[in-house]
């Protein structure tokens, strides 16, 4: 059929196969690395509340698309917040719009991917071992998710401030049980994954044993790693803008490095130009979010909604 292919959130959330969406990510995360992607700078209009934020990206081979988003903080729950958007993708060849999807669970499953991703490259332990997830909103929600389909022989603690939400939460993952704080489950893992709207830190260096690898994918309103943790990893991210770029587009805890201070491109280490994990160091992947993961979700979900011939065409 032609035309516009529009699905809703849950449409676009049984399209993006999870086997799929981390390949699809780990080939964006390479073009990237190889500099062969289009994708600029995010911008942002700055509200009383939030942000809405702009991002297309061209990867060569997924396509070209773009992403509008939310970012803005729930008045009935201080302390929490909203990830909100749309992203449409065009055929890179003719320009013709393709597909409009839900842009919230699109942007949780690529996010939670590309953190997977990550600790798969630099975890010590196979399988991951030792798994901490901090944070009971969204974000961990499809984080824990997405492990229980690529990682179930993990084993997994979830802290979060509320523990009726973090129980919510860790029933996602079979077996997962939940820690009294965030010190309770970060002490003795062997990876952690950070998924909090946090303003200020919410994991600290003295809780982080030898070789233990960090997954901070939050942080859009503020830091989620303290300085100490910074200083002493050994830094990744998605791209040089990560660390180069003020927020929102950079993050946080990657301003004011320390001139030459090494920021490794996760691409690397996927594409074997980077050797990854030296030894029992802490490793830090810093997700800012990046057009070139939308791209490959969004490419995953007009795929397989295809395949099953769900949505709705529109003439447009």
Known sequence: MSGLLVLDRRQTAAALRPDAVLDAVGRALVSVARDEVSVPPRIAALTPTGLLGAMPGYVPGLGLAAKLVTVTTDPRHPGRGFHRGLVALFDEHDGRALALVDGESLTEVRTAAVATRSALALAVRPGLGRVAVVGTGAQARAQLTLLATVCPEAEVTVAGRDPARAGAAAALYPGA????????????????????????????????????????????????????????????????????????????????????????????????????????????????????????????????????????????
Not at 238 to 247: D, H, I, L, Y
């Open 177 to 316: 049980r939940v820690a009294a704080d965030v010190e309770e489950a970060v002490r003795g893992a062997d990876v952690v994954f950070c998924c909090t709207g946090a303003t200020s830190p919410v994991v600290r260096r003295e809780w982080l044993g030898p070789g233990v690898h960090v997954s901070s994918v939050g942080g859009s309103r503020g830091p989620e790693l303290d300085p100490d943790t910074v200083r002493d990893a050994v830094l990744f991210a998605e791209w040089t803008g990560a660390a180069t770029e003020p927020p929102p587009a950079g993050a946080h805890e990657l301003q004011d490095l320390a001139p030459g201070r090494p920021v490794t491109l996760l691409g690397s280490v996927l594409d074997g130009a980077h050797p990854g994990r030296d030894g029992d160091a802490l490793t830090v992947f810093k997700s800012t979010g990046h057009a070139a993961l939308d791209v490959a979700a969004v490419r995953v979900a007009y795929d397989g909604a295809l395949e099953r011939g769900w949505g709705v065409h529109v003439d447009l």
